[in-house]
């Protein structure tokens, strides 16, 4: 009588354990389960993100600005838009730097066309802009000062005949507060010819 008491303790001790250890493995199933759902999700908005077109949103006077523009275009495959104004500048560049040079001093911005643009479609816009007295051409302060880039990643780029973009980044370190503002790319007269290569070189290095 002993012995079939302790045989059914023995049974009932190892059934309890044997339970107990079902309903570990259930919960480490289930914790597993949800932690590779998890990752799965990130990898997949990590993917949506990356699949996700720029906006490439430039001015240009002589043309230089939107050579750069569209060779971002064609690396990236992104959309471009062009940043126009409502009464265009000179042909002659020094007539321009006058009437820059006046807009400047009376704090003016000239009048944009207006063109349609779901921002919130991008979640990277490319700035492009020709460097006008060190800063970036009026034209696309004007476009930032009517467009809210809060959130947005901003990869700036800037032609110029031989300046730096040291104060430009400045100016859009300004302007551009609410934005994540990555280094920028400077495109000089000299540089023309391996403008392909440079484009190259400055999106490897973005994030």
Do not use: H
């Amino acid at each position: 009588m002993k012995k079939l008491c302790w045989l059914i303790l023995v049974l009932f001790f190892l059934g309890a354990c044997g339970a107990n250890n079902s309903g570990t493995n259930d919960r480490n199933s289930e914790e597993s389960d949800s932690q590779s759902s998890e990752r799965l999700e990130s990898k997949k908005a990590e993917g949506e993100n990356k699949m996700k077109k720029p906006l490439i949103v430039y001015y240009s006077l002589t043309e230089n600005t939107k050579e750069v523009a569209e060779e971002i275009q064609k690396q990236t495959d992104g959309e471009l838009l062009r940043i126009e104004t409502a009464e265009p500048y000179p042909e002659v560049y020094d007539d321009v730097l006058e009437i820059v040079r006046t807009q400047r001093s009376d704090n003016e911005l000239p009048e944009i066309v207006s063109k349609e643009v779901s921002l919130s479609d991008y979640d990277r816009i490319f700035l492009g802009a020709p460097i006008w007295f060190g800063e970036p051409a009026l034209p696309v302060e004007k476009w930032l000062s009517e467009n809210d880039l809060t959130g947005k990643k901003i990869y700036p780029f800037f032609t110029s005949g031989s300046s730096s973009i040291n104060e430009s980044m400045d100016r859009y370190k300004v302007v551009l507060t609410q934005s994540t503002l990555s280094e920028g790319l400077g495109i000089t007269s000299s540089d023309k010819n391996e403008t392909s290569k440079l484009v190259q070189e400055w999106l490897e290095q973005l994030d």
